[in-house]
């Protein structure tokens, strides 16, 4: 049973455009929420995380919103660039957890 | 600073044989955790260990089983191997109350034939 929901499966932007891509869960007591990005043949690698403390967090190019009311957080690349082109993940942790819960994948595909 | 290193980077299995895997962990890094990641699907947590002794584990048969050493490198076996085994295997390595989450290896392609 998958605690994180994510959607879409895939998604194809175009060059400067912005990617989105929803995650959803039902365990209260995650209080981490971090991204990974997966390039093929390679593990994952951090790309952004929050605390349910903040509303918004923003890297560069890559915002996460969380919504925690809804129990929903969203990752918005934004200026997608081919070199974005990859396997997104959400996660989550509790607090005294020992393990990430993954989403099942976006796999995200720029046109230049 | 070295990342996490796994080994071997790809293999492949018979049914029913047995298989380890192998993993340094980041350095600085006590705590070591392992994922079984299947084609088109995101990690599922497989076990975690901490000072050497297991710390968590998800759901998985006893027939996966792992270490860790002094050095805080940690090795996966699993016994009779099933062809639903066959997956990329993560290692991911961290160090707790730093808030700085997991760092993974590149993992090893377990094929099971």
């Known amino acids: 049973q998958q605690q994180v929901k994510q959607s879409p499966q895939s998604l194809i932007v175009q060059k400067g455009g912005i990617s989105i891509i929803n995650c959803a869960y039902e365990?209260?007591?995650?209080?981490?929420f971090p991204w990974y990005q997966q390039f093929p043949g390679k593990g994952p690698a951090l790309l952004i995380a929050?605390?349910?403390?903040?509303s918004e967090k923003k890297e560069g190019r890559f915002t996460i919103s969380f919504n925690k009311s809804a129990k929903q957080f969203s990752l918005h690349i934004m200026d997608s660039q081919p070199g974005d082109s990859a396997t997104y993940f959400c996660?989550?942790?509790?607090?005294?957890?020992?393990?990430?819960?993954f989403g099942a994948g976006t796999t995200v595909t720029v046109r230049a | 600073e070295t990342g996490v290193t796994q080994s071997p980077t790809h293999l492949i299995k018979t049914r029913g044989q047995q298989v380890t895997l192998r993993c340094s962990s980041q350095?600085?890094?006590?705590?070591v955790s392992w994922y079984q990641q299947a084609l088109g699907q995101g990690p599922q947590f497989i076990f975690q260990?901490?000072?050497?002794?297991?710390?968590g584990r998800g759901n998985f048969p006893p027939r996966f089983s792992g270490l860790q050493f002094p050095n805080y490198s940690s090795e996966l076996n699993v016994n009779a191997l099933e062809l639903d085994d066959s997956a990329l295997y993560l290692c991911?390595?961290?160090?707790?109350?730093?808030?700085?989450?997991?760092?993974f290896g590149s993992g090893t392609r377990l094929t099971v034939v």
């Open positions: 996660a989550a942790e509790g607090f005294d957890d020992y393990k990430l819960s």
């Open positions: 350095s600085g890094h006590n705590t």
């Open positions: 260990y901490y000072r050497e002794e297991e710390n």
């Open positions: 365990n209260t007591a995650f209080d981490y």
């Open positions: 929050i605390r349910p403390d903040v």
């Open positions: 991911a390595s961290s160090q707790p109350g730093t808030g700085l989450g997991y760092t």
